[in-house]
């Protein structure tokens, strides 16, 4: 006997329903969103029952290997994302390599921690906790790494003039994109913070809401939603501070120049 | 004054299809002004940046004995002082823009500002086009550069400043160092320049 409600195909039917009373509104009110909703929801639904079928073949497998893989192909794919975010982008394989790089780097970082430290499943790269975790956590500091480097490439655009005038009075490369990297950072930061203080106040948290719904006790859920939320944090942070230095030093040169032809 | 160059430039070129430069050779002597004319677009503003290093070309530039390859970028813009014609900002004051020298008030009130203090408080949005633009110029005079690279310097200005600014130019051809001056004003040239070279479609040609 399960803890949890199961549902049925007909309950999700249900809730679809829900969409086809938005669908009627932007028919009703002109908004011409109706074709975007439902092509939108098809999306949604085909993706996750496709990533319920390879979830549970990837559980039924705990292969170190095949987990490093999907992780890999889950940043390749936040990297496009990333990517595709970006009013200006770095030119050639440097817009998506430093997005889908970074995102590996401080997801595994902070998942491998994870996994070794506060939560220690058996073995530690057991698919069933590895895959979620690091899908929580690339998801949210995708946003982090995705706002940084569309405010860095977009204010050093703007901003192209105090920038150079900078090194014209002998600043370094460093020194004269401080500013415009400090507000990128600041940005990319925004969303975790808000996230973090309005967590449990302002709304639950997803993840501590499925738990409950699947029959988790409350204080466990809270318990696995704090130490996400710190993870995310982590992440975001490394990625977020790795993605704008590299994306610094690529905006600029050995000389010191602003190289803003490596942008598209 | 012994005639000898500060800026030399040899086969300095930028290949770009949209904006190319050169290959373009030529020098100015210590206390010497070169005025640089030539239509809009012709790539006058893209031989000063190149000269700046602001951005990447190839050839040969030195200042003094000093080649530009041979000295780190920071360094060398300290030598070659470069005013765009637009000069950029980055603070909400004047005060943070300016280099901390001990001569930063002296320049200021000689370009025309009656309390140089009180201008370092100033907000950017209370200045006027002409104050930014001798402010700019401020800001590129304070150091030690050897070469002043000047885009338009005084296009904003009345008489008055303007006469200020060439006074300021003119003790500094005095002091040795060579001006590389792009201006439409004709009687300023005159006043300033001994030779002109002209740009054409990032080419010096003969002027017209």
Known sequence: MT????????DLALAALLLVFNAGLSLALGLRLEGRMLLAAVRMVVQLLLVGLVLQALFAQVSLWLT?????????????EILARQERRLAGWWGYGIGSATMLLAGLVVTILALNGPLRPDPWYDPRYAIPLLGMILGNAMTGISLGLDNLTVLAHRDRAGIEAQLLLGASRWRALRSVARRALRTAFTPMLNSMAAAGVVFLPGMMTGQILAGVAPEQAVKYQILVLFLIAGAT???????VMASVWRLTDSRHRLRLDRLT | MPNHPVLTVEGLQRPNPQAGLGPLSFHIDAGECLALTGPSGAGKT?????LADLDPSSGM???????RNGVPAPEWRRLVAYVPAEAGWWHDVVGPHMPAQATVKEIIGALGFPDPVAVLAWPL???SSGERQRLALARGLLGEARVLLLDEPTSALDNESRGLVEDLLLARLAAGAAILLVSHDQAQMGRLARRRLH??????VTPP
Request: glycine residues 12%; positive net charge.
């Open chain 2, 125 to 127: 949005t209370r200045l």
């Open chain 2, 61 to 67: 530039v030195r200042v003094g004995g000093r080649e």
């Open chain 1, 68 to 80: 490093a893989l999907v992780a890999l192909i889950m940043a390749l794919f936040a990297g496009r």
């Open chain 2, 199 to 204: 740009m054409r479609q990032g080419e010096l």
């Open chain 1, 3 to 10: 803890s949890y409600l199961e549902l049925s195909y007909l």
């Open chain 2, 46 to 50: 893209l031989l000063l940046r190149a």
């Open chain 1, 237 to 243: 942070g490394l990625g977020v501070l790795a993605a």
